[in-house]
Nanobody
């Protein structure tokens, strides 16, 4: 069992920054792919970013490339999402997710464990 707890969401002005954190309870958390998804009201769940277990590869939604940075600290069983130059269209509930499978990174149904989400609101 893996429990994920997100934090760091909030209200920010357009152009501002937030850093999300996701802490996992599992002892061997370093074995998992770690990812962030988001879901805005009335929208489908959307892949945002992912990072392989050793941090060797990262993946991003095109609209957040060059603005968001995903990273992980395996010693702390934690994944981060640094969000810069935030836009109103980034407003959503952001969810942390993890899995072991690496055949696909962007399909939400392939992820094994999910956090409860942390809301991010970007005002203009």
């Amino acid at each position: 069992q893996v429990r994920l707890v997100e934090s760091g969401g909030g209200l920010v002005q357009a152009g501002g920054s937030l850093k999300l954190s996701c802490a996992a309870s599992e002892r061997t958390f370093s074995s998992y792919v770690m990812a962030w998804f988001r879901q805005a009201p009335g929208k489908e769940r959307e892949f945002v970013a992912a990072i392989t277990w050793n941090g060797g590869s990262t993946y991003y939604l095109d609209s957040v490339k060059e603005r968001f940075i995903i990273s992980r600290d395996n010693a702390k069983n934690t994944v981060y999402l640094q969000m810069n130059s935030l836009k109103p269209e980034d407003t959503a509930v952001y969810y942390c997710a993890v899995k072991r499978d690496i055949t696909t990174m962007t399909f939400w149904r392939t992820y094994d464990y999910w956090g409860q989400g942390t809301p991010v609101t970007v005002s203009s």
